[in-house]
């Protein structure tokens, strides 16, 4: 090996050897609680004690959804803990429905929440808020009775700190969260219980292990953040959370409180996400060290809350971001766009007056198209780098189950594309014109999402600040400018090569640009270090061919591969469907991925999927079931009427007593003007079409009436669907022959019963 060779594959490796440095510690060394266990300080939040009282509550760690026997058995020993600490509790029982993501999906049920009494004081409370219910699927232990565990310890500590509090402190444990937010729906439509409410602090889980993150607030934010950078020792927050939770299908019970103006902190924790309503979602796969983090949280807000007056926290919105979990830097929003203007303009100032005078307008032209190129690259890489391990592997998501081979192969993708675009720039322009596209980002990011300008405007304000030093310092240096920008790199690499790894906790490798495109910020602060133009063309060609190499490697590798584990299973539930409109019953696969063989052996099923269940309801792999075996869920239709020129219809549902959750499928046709069930009066907004689903999920909904009104006067049909959860005995052989790495998901295994309801034009 020649000594051109060993010296730039020496500085190649270096600099990314610090670039993965970056990457690890913000992965695993940031700064963490102790995990203390059962002996701690009874003043302090300890993840031992609250592991007991989650195994207590938790009992047999089987499903608990709204309205079934172990939803009770587990409000039961809530309560029980409760009485235990010395916390009186109430529960309060509703009918209610909650139309909040629209009027195409509307679910209803009867649920109870429990509310502790754990601080006397007068005036509005602060609540603990966590709920209780799990989905049909799993047993719920992350998501959420973790958060019913520390909500409990936390009122342990609380009350062992006894010390005086402006104001009182109740618990909230929710019932139906995973049915549609019903639970908080229904508190806060209760005018008495929501008076109570001064703030809110909640907890939830997206996984079973990672950072309790601060991932959301209520509006006008500064004194929030500074409260919670005031009173916690470790920090995992940042402005730019709250865009991306807004891009998320998720929603939590703090959503109604927020929409309600209360002041709130939503806290969560999002890895391993592959256990996420799943039978998986056991106590044994809780990290103990995200417990004590996540529950550290809640006591510390929560008795910073006790000390404060509610109105000193009304302020404007911050933009902010955490390092490491030791810093947490911050400012003004209404900043981001004066200092990102500044920023950009002190940078271009700079650049201009740079002591540069070999440098032709065509050097700076190729310099300044650097950091796109290789965004387009890294997107590029990342793209053919998931499309080849899919192809290798026929799944989706080939990654799901052993990451490290894409991760690598996502990182040789970027580390080609940078030495590519490194190849063509003078180190010093690459230098200016880096730092004057994180400082115009900078200005974008602060007009358009706010959230994401600390990202760019911070490492840009020192890269700003060493400019103006190598232009109005004399003696400043000038052939070594490159080494001047080295603080704002080091900022850069620290702010978003941990972002790199918290976008994989969030998503996967599924949605690798997540990946690439914060990889290729920070590594393209790095580009005018590795001194690539100065290499040799052999030297140069030999690291570029075996970055490449080593993409391609790592990406066959990743896409031979088994996508599934036994840890990390493929989620594939099974159903079991009769219509009352068809012959004989059917199985019904989900169809997200290909079929399995094991399947298709067991019970025969269609090469590709079917429409087996009504609309909006996707296609499923399908196989006979044989002879209908169940009574068909049915309707009288109590009147029929033109009333005020529309067509009001009233319908009494008849359900069996085994029935989990009744659906009913309005058509967009029947031009549906208004529902009304249980008291319950619903009324699309302007403007919202389309067919409309409303799920009723408690047991009372087999039995209940709904109201319709329409205002078209032709004939409809309407699908009335019974769902009951879990499978019967004969679906044995078919259970059996779900492979080990797979799982049922969501609503899990189920029985689905169908039919329709005619009502005559008018």
């Not at 060779?5 to 963490?32: E, M």
């Not at 047993?139 to 609380?158: F, K, M, N, Q, Y």
């Not at 290499?535 to 970055?547: E, N, S």
């Not at 069930?677 to 209940?704: F, M, N, Q, W, Y």
Request: charged share 15%; aromatic share 8%; net charge neutral.
């Amino acid at each position: 090996m020649s000594g051109d060779l060993v010296r730039a594959l020496s500085r190649v490796v270096a600099l990314t050897l610090i670039a993965v440095a970056f990457w690890f510690i913000g992965k695993y060394h940031y700064a963490q609680p102790t995990v203390l266990g059962p002996d701690a300080p009874a003043t302090e939040f300890s993840a031992g004690r609250a592991e007991a009282v989650l195994a207590r509550v938790l009992g047999p760690e089987i499903p608990h959804p709204v309205s079934s026997d172990e939803n009770a058995n587990v409000r039961a020993r809530i309560q029980k803990e409760f009485a235990a600490l010395g916390v009186k509790t109430s529960t309060y029982k509703a009918f209610t429905c909650n139309a909040w993501r629209g009027f195409r999906f509307i679910p209803c049920a009867t649920v109870t929440d429990i509310i502790g009494e754990v601080v006397p004081g007068e005036g509005k409370a602060i609540v603990l808020l966590a709920h209780y219910d799990s989905v049909p699927a799993g047993p719920g232990a992350s998501d959420d009775e973790s958060g019913t565990s520390i909500v409990l310890e936390t009122a342990r500590a609380l009350k062992a700190r006894g010390g005086k509090s402006m104001h009182p402190v109740i618990a909230v444990i929710t019932d139906g969260e995973e049915a549609g937010l019903l639970g908080a729906q229904a508190f806060l439509e209760n005018p008495a219980l929501k008076a109570r409410v001064g703030a809110v602090v909640n907890v939830e889980a997206r996984g079973t292990r990672g950072r309790s993150l601060l991932f959301q607030t209520s509006p006008g934010d500064s004194k929030l953040i500074d409260l919670y950078a005031q009173n916690l020792p470790f920090y995992a927050t940042s402005s730019l959370y709250a865009e991306i939770y807004r891009l998320l299908p998720n929603d939590t019970d703090l959503t109604l409180f927020i929409k309600q103006g209360f002041t709130s902190f939503n806290f969560a924790f999002s890895e391993n996400v592959a256990d996420y309503h799943t039978p998986f979602d056991r106590r044994d796969n809780l990290d103990p060290l995200t417990l004590q983090e996540q529950g550290s949280n809640m006591l510390g807000i929560a008795s910073a809350l006790e000390q404060t007056d509610y109105e000193s926290l009304k302020g404007a919105d911050d933009v902010y971001l955490d390092i490491f979990g030791q810093w947490l830097p911050r400012m003004p929003k209404s900043w981001a766009l004066p200092l990102a203007l500044l920023t950009f303009v002190l940078m271009l100032a700079a650049a201009f007056r740079a002591r540069l005078p070999e440098a032709r307008m065509r050097d700076w032209v190729v310099a300044l198209l650097i950091p796109p190129a290789l965004l387009i690259m890294c997107v590029a890489a990342g793209f053919g780098a998931h499309m080849l391990a899919q192809a290798i592997s026929g799944h989706d998501d080939p990654s799901y189950a052993y990451p490290i081979a894409l991760r690598e192969g996502l990182g040789f993708g970027v580390l080609a594309a940078a030495l590519l675009a490194a190849r063509v720039a003078i180190p010093q322009l690459a230098a200016y014109s880096v730092w004057l596209w994180f400082a115009f980002l900078s200005v974008v990011a602060a007009f358009f999402v706010p959230g994401i300008s600390p990202y760019f405007l911070f490492p840009s304000l020192l890269a700003a600040l060493a400019a103006l030093m190598i232009v109005i310092v004399p003696g400043a240096p000038r052939g070594r400018t490159v080494w001047m920008f080295v603080p704002a790199a080091i900022v850069a690499l620290s702010i978003w090569m941990p972002l790199v790894a918290t976008g994989e906790t969030l998503m996967g490798l599924k949605l690798h640009e997540l990946f690439t495109v914060t990889a290729a910020f920070a590594g393209m602060t790095l580009i005018p270090y590795a001194s690539v133009p100065a290499m040799q063309r052999g030297a140069w060609m030999t690291i570029f061919l075996a970055a490449i190499g080593g993409a391609l490697i790592a990406t066959v590798i990743a896409g031979l591969q088994p996508a599934y584990s036994r840890t990390q299973a493929q989620d594939l539930s099974i159903r079991y469907i009769e219509n009352a409109n068809a012959k004989e019953a059917k199985w019904g696969l989900d169809a997200d991925e290909p079929l399995l063989p094991s399947m298709r052996e067991a019970a025969g099923f269609s090469e590709t999927p079917e429409a087996v269940l009504p609309e909006p309801f996707g296609k499923n792999y399908a196989a006979p079931a044989g002879a209908k075996r169940f009574p068909s869920p049915g309707a009288k239709i109590v009147s029929d009427d033109i009333v005020a020129g529309a067509h009001r219809v009233t319908i009494a549902l008849q359900g069996s007593a085994l029935a989990s959750t009744m659906l009913l499928v309005i058509p967009k046709a029947a031009q549906l003007s208004e529902i009304n069930i249980h008291g319950e009066h619903l009324v699309p907004p302007k403007g919202d079409s389309g067919d409309t689903l409303l799920l009723c999920r408690s047991r009372d909904c087999a039995t209940e009436t709904v109201g319709l009104e329409f205002r078209s006067r032709k004939a409809v049909a309407l699908s009335l669907i019974e769902d009951r959860y879990g499978l019967p005995p004969f679906a044995a052989k078919l259970i059996a022959a779900r492979p080990k790495t797979a799982i049922p998901t969501q609503n899990g295994d189920i029985v689905v019963l169908v039919n329709t309801i005619r009502i005559a034009a008018k």
